[in-house]
């Protein structure tokens, strides 16, 4: 929707999420599917905190 009705390219959308729920990855792969083009992560479980995208 924000690609579509304002108009900002994919390369300006980032997603930065946390697995508080357990759905960390799943939240990832469907903000890339629905274009975000960066999407935060973590490198061998070690983030910012807890939680992160490996």
């Known amino acids: 929707m924000i ?3 304002l108009g900002i390219p994919s390369e300006s ?3 930065h999420g946390h697995g ?3 759905m ?3 939240n990832a ?3 890339w599917l629905y274009g975000a083009s960066i999407n935060n ?3 061998l ?3 910012e905190r ?3 995208v490996p």
């Open 41 to 43: 992560g973590t490198l």
């Open 13 to 15: 959308l980032e997603f």
């Open 45 to 47: 479980g070690i983030g």
């Open 3 to 5: 690609r579509k009705v």
């Open 20 to 22: 508080d729920y357990y």
């Open 50 to 52: 807890a939680g992160n």
């Open 24 to 26: 960390a990855v799943s």
């Open 29 to 31: 792969v469907a903000a």
